[in-house]
């Protein structure tokens, strides 16, 4: 009897405490192990910070090109890697990537509609379709109209017939420097110019408004030069 009383008796608030303890000195290493893993991995950039890439390396159609950040115009399409398409704008005549939009309010809205001074840039991935050449030698002369046109500053323009799929379009032309370009014609809107031209496995897709074609030989090697500028490494 001697023995077994002199063995201490812990009560059952005293069993419970020992077994909670270790739970709990668990549970707060594991949120500890979590909270150091999330810091470790949490991104540490910023939309825009001060060691920010100027221009993100993009590939399309397995064609690479580096483009400056601030002129994608769709914040979706920041980013590097492989794209389908991306859509850009510069300002002309610099080429320059345009600024922080304005903030446009009632009074200026109509001021910013009359002009545009920039060239605006789709690239898309062509998965083989018909090239841009391939179009203009085989395509569009089934629809222009047959009347002969004549050079004007070395630009020719051609009409397309109204019953067809380019019917409110003209066609311009030029060999040196190099420039087709289709046309609407000015009506509620200005007219504006689309020209495209491939580049590995991407087509570049330019729009710039009509009034630029009295200027057309600054317009055709601006877009040359654009397109020479967004060309990656070609090794």
Request: aromatic share 8%; charged share 20%; with cysteine.
């Amino acid at each position: 009897m001697t023995l077994f009383s002199a063995a201490p008796l812990r009560s059952p608030r005293t069993r419970t405490r020992a077994h909670v303890v270790p739970i709990v000195l668990g549970g707060v290493a594991a949120v500890a192990a979590v909270a150091l893993v999330a810091y470790l991995l949490w991104p540490t950039w910023g939309s825009r910070g001060a060691n920010a890439p100027d221009k993100l390396p993009v590939s399309v159609g397995g064609t690479l090109f580096n483009l400056p950040v601030t002129a994608i115009r769709m914040k979706i399409q920041r980013h590097s890697g492989p794209q389908e398409r991306i859509d850009l704008d510069f300002l002309y005549p610099s080429l320059e990537p345009p600024g922080a939009p304005k903030h446009v309010t009632s009074d200026t809205a109509e001021a910013a509609l009359q002009s545009i001074d920039r060239i605006f840039l789709s690239i898309a991935a062509h998965h083989d379709a018909l090239s841009p050449e391939q179009r203009t030698a085989t395509i569009y002369p089934r629809y222009l109209d047959p009347a002969a046109a004549s050079p004007a500053d070395g630009l020719t323009m051609r009409m397309f017939r109204t019953d067809t799929p380019y019917g409110s379009e003209d066609l311009y032309s030029a060999a040196s420097p190099a420039l087709t370009a289709r046309c609407t014609r000015d009506a509620a809107t200005p007219g504006m110019c689309l020209s495209e031209r491939r580049v590995g496995g991407a087509d570049l897709t330019f729009r710039f408004p009509r009034s630029w074609l009295s200027q057309w030989r600054e317009v055709a090697e601006a877009m040359e030069r654009l397109t020479a500028q967004l060309r990656g490494p070609r090794g």
